[in-house]
């Protein structure tokens, strides 16, 4: 019992520090992963070994991917096209830019995705003379709903990925149905907030209509290698359950051929300034500190309470899941969250005994997570991230002015993810 209160003391602490940022947040993992070694509650050996090195590996290898992929100018070449195709229009640029940040994060992640989108939305709204702020904001809540889709579009998904057996098709089929619906109803929410709200000149249309987006691409060489290397890893994701290759293994192969056929002057830059560390050894004390709650078991008593709770009815497991993690994620980081309750289901998982009712148990800490997300302005990394950048280039977003759009849209959101639970599974 001692050593439980103190793993949850180090556990708690952490936590705080994560949402206060009162330091840099590997830098609290980190020094609670170690905590948990240095006050004996684990061993070194079991803390190193409870470090998901799939999840390690997977991180590093998208990081290389799209490092690479920067460096051809198609990202911001697509945004220059999107403002145009929109003719200029403010409202149709945010939903055409919503619907690329869908897109791209259920593929590239969701934090890469603001990192690559959000400096293009700054330059078309500076030549637009209007405020960027509603943008970011839904192209951040686009972020996280998008990266809900499928296995490597949010970093709550590759942990449960990495946790289950569950392949990139499984993810799709279970998961992007109920992400276009939630796409669907926020296109509606957008024309809704903010159909009267924005207004731009004739003269600053023209301006941005001039642009010549064909001079942004860069290396066209490297870009169609690019193009065909993601296709070919997009498809060894989909065919893994066939190929029987981790998905570490398929990004880490996509990233270093690229980082291969790039600018080989570079690769020491790229490896230095284009993998987030930060985020990598964020993962790893986060790991050694969950282990810590597992092996006193912690973990354990919670699966048991929430069993009584529910009476091991996987239907009401289900909506207590979704609701109570999309609560917990919108105030909290979602990924220490789902690394915390993963434990928590395999426990469930023995309880209950059936493996097939497990799956909507799976499927709805995702998406009570990806999208609880949205909440708050510290709900996911993407959120951080996109206020950072705004907040450099001298636009302020409060945390009231954030979360009165983003817990607007996560309602919403979990609404239609909790019908589509209970009409698909029950």
Known sequence: MLLMLLALAIFGVTYLLIITEWINKMLAAMIGGFA????????????????????????????????????????????????????????????????????????????????????????????????????????????????????????????????????????????????????????????????????????????????????????????????????????????????????????????????????KNKVEQILANDIDWVTIFFFMGLFMIVESLVETGFITIIADNIMKVTHSEPKATSMVILWVSSIFSAVIDNVPFVAAMIP?????????????????LWWSLSLGACLGGNGTMVGASANIVAIGIANRNGFRISFKEYTKIGAFFTFVAILISTGYILLRYY
Do not use: C
């Open 344 to 360: 928590v289901l395999e426990d469930m998982g023995v309880i209950i005994g059936n493996p097939d009712a497990m799956h909507p």
């Open 36 to 263: 948990i070694i240095l006050t004996g509650i684990v061993s070194q050996d079991v803390a190193f070994h409870a470090i998901d090195w799939n999840v390690i590996f997977f991180l590093i290898g998208m990081m290389l991917v799209i490092s690479v992929m920067r460096q051809t100018g198609l990202f911001m070449y697509l945004a220059i096209r999107i403002a145009k195709i929109a003719k200029g229009r403010p409202l149709m640029i945010m939903i055409l830019m919503y619907l690329l940040t869908t897109f791209t994060s259920a593929f590239m992640g969701s934090v890469t995705t603001i990192m690559i989108l959000v400096p293009i939305v700054l330059l078309i709204a500076s030549e637009l003379k209007i405020s960027p702020v509603p943008f970011i904001i839904t192209m951040v809540i686009a972020s996280n709903a998008g990266g809900a889709a499928t296995m490597i579009g949010d970093p709550p998904n590759i942990l449960i990925g990495s946790a289950t057996d569950y392949n990139f098709m499984d993810f799709i089929i279970n998961l992007t149905p109920p992400i276009l619906l939630v796409t669907i109803a926020s296109v509606g929410l957008i024309w809704l907030l903010y159909h009267k709200a924005m207004h731009v000149s004739n003269e600053n249309r023209a301006k941005l209509m001039s642009y010549d987006e064909s001079m942004l691409i860069k290396n066209p060489f490297l870009l169609k290698s690019s193009i065909i290397i993601l296709a070919a890893m997009l498809l060894a994701f989909t065919l893994q359950g066939v190929l029987h290759i981790e998905t570490a293994t398929i990004a880490m192969s996509a990233g270093l051929l690229l980082l291969v056929l790039s600018d």
